[in-house]
C-alpha cells in the first residue's frame, strides 16, 4: 500500500461532508475570517468550528488568530494527493493520451510539429558535474551530487513527482517552473548505465535499478549498456526499462517512434550526454549552473567548442542563484 493512503483516507473523510465540501470551495477562492465562513450556513457557531476542526486535522485547511480574528486558509497542496490517487487509477493508454495533450500544446506554439530531442544537464561554476567514480552503492550520484543539485530538488514538482510528496512543501518560482516543464511532453527517455544503476550491482540478474519500483518516467526508457542484450523490466507507473548495445542514432530512432508523437529525452549521466551532444542529435539543452564550485568531476564542454553555434541561446537566474541557460534550435 503506497505510504500516502493514510492521508488520503483522511482528506476523504473531511471531504465527505457537503458543509466542509462547500468551505473549501469558499477557501480556494480566498482565506477568510471564520465567521465570514460560517454566515451562510444554518448551524450554531460551535457546531461550524467542528467542521473547520476536521479539516484542519486532515491538512487541509491551516488557521491562525489575530487578536480575536481567526483566519482561515486553504492549505497550499492539500488536495494533490487526490491527484495522486486518480492519476494511479488510470489505465496506460489514458496516461499515453494524456502526454499526448501536453504534446499537442507544446507544439501548437511550435513552428514545427515533430519529436523534439531534449536534455537537461547539471553543472557548477567552474563547468564541473560530478564523476560516477566517487559514487558507491548507497550514494549512486556521488558525494558532490547533492550540492550541485540542491535548487531542484527543493522544489514543489520534484519533491512532488520523485518523492511522493504532497504537503505543497518545497520552494515555488523559476526553478520550479523549469522543474515542472521538464516533465512535460516526454514520451521516451534514453540514459546511460550509470543512470540507471548497473554500477551499483553489476552481477546481480534481479537488479532493477535505484529508481524504486515506482520509477518517475512513466515511459519506455531505453538504457544504453555493453552488457545489453539483457531482459526488459517492466516497473509500476509505466516504466519499462529497455537495453541496448547500438549507436546512439539508432537508440534515438526506436526511442522517437516509441515516443508517438512526444518528446525524447537524453537523461544522462554525462558521458552519454557528451555523446548525443557531439552527434548535434539535441534540439533543446537546458544547463541548470549551481552556484558553486566543485574543483573536481568532468567538465562537461571541454571538447565541445563551437557546439552552441546552431543554437538560440537564454538565460535566467533563478531567486537561488541558480542560472538557467536554454539552448534551442
Known amino acids: 500500500m503506497p505510504n500516502y493512503y493514510d492521508q488520503l483516507d483522511g482528506v476523504l473523510r473531511a471531504l465527505a461532508d457537503p458543509t ?29 468550528l467542528q467542521h473547520l476542526r476536521v479539516l484542519e486535522d486532515a491538512g487541509v485547511i491551516t488557521s491562525e488568530k489575530h487578536g480575536r480574528v481567526r483566519t482561515v486558509t486553504l492549505r497550499p497542496g492539500a488536495l494533490d494527493v487526490l491527484h495522486l490517487w486518480l492519476g494511479e487509477q488510470r489505465t496506460p493508454a489514458e496516461h499515453q493520451a494524456d502526454r499526448l495533450g501536453i504534446h499537442l500544446v507544446r507544439t ?31 550514494d549512486p550520484m556521488g558525494p558532490d551530487w547533492g550540492r550541485l543539485t540542491a535548487a531542484y530538488v527543493g522544489t514543489r514538482t520534484f519533491r512532488a513527482k520523485i518523492f511522493g510528496d504532497t504537503t505543497g512543501a518545497g520552494t515555488t518560482g523559476v526553478d520550479d517552473r523549469y522543474a515542472a516543464a521538464f516533465f ?15 554500477h551499483s550491482f553489476p552481477d546481480d540478474p534481479h537488479w532493477k535499478g535505484w529508481w524504486g519500483e515506482r520509477p518517475p518516467f512513466g515511459t519506455p526508457v531505453y538504457v544504453l549498456t555493453h552488457s ?54 539535441v534540439d533543446d539543452l537546458h544547463l541548470m549552473v549551481a552556484p558553486i564550485f566543485l574543483g ?34
Not at 192 to 198: I, K, S
Open 108 to 138: 501548437a506554439q511550435r513552428s514545427t510539429d515533430m519529436t523534439r530531442v531534449r536534455m537537461d544537464l547539471f553543472a557548477s561554476l567552474d563547468g564541473y558535474t560530478p564523476d560516477p567514480a566517487d559514487a558507491t552503492p548507497d
Open 184 to 198: 512535460d511532453g516526454i514520451g521516451a527517455e534514453i540514459m546511460g548505465a550509470g543512470m540507471f544503476g548497473l
Open 296 to 329: 573536481r568531476g568532468h567538465r562537461l564542454f571541454d571538447d565541445l567548442a563551437g557546439f552552441d553555434a546552431d543554437y538560440t541561446v537564454t538565460s535566467e537566474v533563478a531567486e537561488s542563484g541558480e542560472l538557467h541557460i536554454t539552448l534551442t534550435r
Open 228 to 281: 545489453a542484450p539483457r531482459p526488459s523490466i517492466e516497473m509500476d507507473g509505466g516504466t519499462t526499462f529497455h537495453f541496448r548495445d547500438a549507436s546512439p542514432e539508432e537508440v534515438l530512432a526506436e526511442a522517437t517512434e516509441a515516443a508517438g508523437g512526444l518528446d525524447v529525452r537524453i537523461g544522462g549521466g554525462y558521458r552519454t550526454a557528451k555523446v548525443f551532444l557531439r552527434a548535434g542529435l
Open 20 to 48: 466542509r465540501r462547500a468551505v473549501v470551495e469558499r477557501l480556494a477562492k480566498a482565506p477568510a475570517v471564520v465567521s465570514e465562513l460560517a454566515e451562510p450556513f444554518a448551524m450554531a457557531l460551535p457546531s461550524f
